[in-house]
Nanobody
Framework: QVQLVESGGGLVQAGGSLRLSCAASGLTFSRYAMGWFRQAPGKEREFVAAISWSGGSTYYADSVKGRFTISRDNAKNTVYLQMNSLKPEDTAVYYC???????????????WGQGTQVTVSS
């Protein structure tokens, strides 16, 4: 049974930073490209960032490029999202999931966890 457990969210002022973690179990983590997605109240879930299985390639939504950094530790079955220069519009529930190798913004499997809330105050 695949489990993805997100953590690290919280309340932060605009301009601040947070580091999210996603711990995976029940799958051969190092074989999968991984991504972060977010969903704000009243909006659809959107792609944020993705990383290839090896960590050699990363992809970002234009809205977070230059502010967020995705990374992974295959030995720990964990993917991270370092978020700097946070803005109120980054407020959302953040989720991780497996993504397609050929289309990193596209979810591969229906493995959604509970997510972690990020709230950025102005």
């Amino acid at each position: 049974q695949v489990q993805l457990v997100e953590s690290g969210g919280g309340l932060v002022q605009a301009g601040g930073s947070l580091r999210l973690s996603c711990a995976a179990s029940g799958l051969t983590f190092s074989r999968y490209a991984m991504g972060w997605f977010r969903q704000a109240p009243g909006k659809e879930r959107e792609f944020v960032a993705a990383i290839s299985w090896s960590g050699g390639s990363t992809y970002y939504a234009d809205s977070v490029k230059g502010r967020f950094t995705i990374s992974r530790d295959n030995a720990k079955n964990t993917v991270y999202l370092q978020m700097n220069s946070l803005k109120p519009e980054d407020t959302a529930v953040y989720y991780c999931n497996t993504v397609m190798d050929y289309d990193p913004a596209r979810v591969r499997d229906d493995y959604w966890g509970q997510g972690t809330q990020v709230t950025v105050s102005s």
